[in-house]
């Protein structure tokens, strides 16, 4: 019994063992099962969660940001190709009443106004007879010439008297160089005669008086007025007649039918600054051949736009500006100019040098 017992105990023992064994090897796969799970579970999503956030947060930060820049442009650009055609086409089909007019006729003053806030007339002149002169000799030529003569005239003419009294061929000698000399001379002779003669050696101050003069018509009468006189008026030169037709605030090509089509835009006390800045842009921007689009602080305004060169760095290109480092018209500028003096004539500098001094 005791061999029988100790032989059942032996296998009960060797079966116990192997029991233990099954379970231990059960456990040690279900804990690797278990392990192996969870570690890649837990892991690649970590890795992978931070990624796609960041991206996530990536995508719309950009996105909007994209939009919004193309937003931004697109309606700039649409503003800027909209604004001068625009015009253009609402002017072409249906006529501008006078008030939009008028209204337009203000704002490009404004606009000049901040522009050319050292607009000025561009002849050099001490007095009324120095300005009536140089007037007179602008016609068919360019202030900067006029200038360039007018300080030997006046040197050797300072008074009406004096002019009145001059050889005619010294006379005309000394103004050749403005062109159409002879003609000019007899115009100088013949008022500065009228002067002495019938206003006592003095300009008279208003337009009917100084239309009577020889060579005086309405033009040289409203620069005397308006700018030795500070009677207000326009100035209906080739640059003011060429912009105001080109900004459709006059179809008008007769020079006193112009004036009193402006005239009634603005108010009388705009006149006179109103036609120095228009002359201003005329000569700087709004060129005859080939205006500076591109680079026109008024485009908005102007239903010509397009008439000259629009790219922004070749109308650069075209200005004559005092602001861009070139001489202005008048050898005596005034002192708020913020350009060069003109130079004297070439050719006479010594001469024009010695008169003016
Ligand atoms: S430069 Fe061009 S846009 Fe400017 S006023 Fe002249 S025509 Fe108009």
Request: charged share 25%; with cysteine.
């Amino acid at each position: 019994m005791a061999t029988e017992d100790s032989a059942v105990s032996e296998r009960e023992e060797a079966r116990r063992a192997k029991t233990a064994k099954k379970s231990t090897a059960a456990k040690k796969t279900t804990a690797r099962e278990g392990s192996a799970k969870k570690t890649p579970a837990a892991q690649p999503p970590a890795k992978k969660a931070a990624p796609k956030k960041a991206t996530a947060a990536k995508v719309p930060a950009t996105k909007p940001t994209a939009k919004k820049a193309a937003a931004k442009k697109t309606p700039a650009k649409k503003a800027t190709a909209k604004k001068a055609p625009a015009k253009k086409g609402t002017a072409g089909t249906k006529p501008e009443s006078q008030a939009s007019k008028a209204s337009r006729a203000e704002r490009i003053n404004s606009e000049l106004a901040e522009v050319y806030y050292y607009a000025h007339p561009e002849l050099d002149f001490e007095n009324s007879f120095e300005l009536l002169v140089a007037t007179v000799l602008s016609a068919q030529t360019t202030d900067l010439r006029v200038n360039q003569t007018t300080p030997a005239l006046f040197a050797a003419y300072p008074t009406p008297e004096d002019m009145a009294a001059a050889n005619p061929e010294e006379l005309e000698e000394l103004i050749r160089p403005t062109g159409f000399f002879r003609a000019k001379a007899k115009s100088l002779l013949g008022l500065s005669a009228a002067l002495r003669d019938s206003f006592g050696g003095e300009v008279p101050g208003t337009v009917d008086e100084l239309v009577t003069l020889p060579g005086v018509g309405r033009k040289t009468a409203f620069v005397v007025l308006g700018n030795a006189f500070g009677v207000p008026g326009l100035t209906v030169d080739t640059h003011f007649g060429r912009l105001v037709r080109r900004w459709k605030l006059t179809e008008q090509t007769d020079a006193v039918k112009v004036e009193k089509e402006i005239d009634a835009l603005l108010p009388k006390s705009e006149w006179t600054m109103f036609s120095h800045r228009t002359i201003f842009h005329g000569r700087r921007i709004c060129h005859s051949r080939r205006p500076a689009c591109g680079a026109c602080p008024i485009a908005e305004l102007c239903p010509s736009y397009g008439e000259g060169e629009t790219d922004p760095e070749k109308a650069k290109k075209l200005l004559k500006y005092e602001m861009g480092g070139q001489p202005g018209q008048r050898l005596k500028p005034p002192a708020d100019y913020p350009g060069q003096p003109a130079p004297p004539l070439p050719s006479r500098d010594p001469a024009a040098t010695g008169a003016a001094q």
